[in-house]
């Protein structure tokens, strides 16, 4: 069965992978700047990674974190990402000052 998801949002993207991983064939279709359709690219740590299970297997160490600061590592990001801390000001400043943003991690795109 093919699948067409109209949007990349947050909500379009978690339909299509829910639809993949039950064995569907997917395509995401976003506006284009000229206002067709386009596919957007998606990254492989989009793809490969499974919130739900993830959800699942770190629930109760992240509530006992919250609750008797025991130790936890958020490990929902890319391969290689390390968290600084960041505002939407200091990123506009920094981008004012013609400095580019960078991610460090694993944010690569199937082809």
Not at 67 to 81: A, I, K, Q, Y
């Amino acid at each position: 069965m093919t699948v067409l998801v109209s949007g990349a949002g947050v909500g379009g993207l978690y339909t299509a992978l829910e639809c993949w991983r039950h064995g569907c064939d997917v395509r995401i279709f976003e506006k284009g700047e000229n206002g067709k359709a386009k596919l957007p690219r998606l990254g492989r740590w989009i793809t490969d990674h499974d919130p739900q299970r993830y959800a699942l297997e770190n629930h109760e160490k992240a509530v006992d974190h919250v609750e008797n600061n025991t130790p936890f590592r958020n490990t929902n990001v890319p391969p290689g990402f390390t968290y600084r801390p960041w505002t939407i000001d200091g990123l506009l400043e920094a981008q004012a000052r013609g400095e580019p943003t960078i991610l460090d991690g694993d944010w690569s795109y199937w082809s």
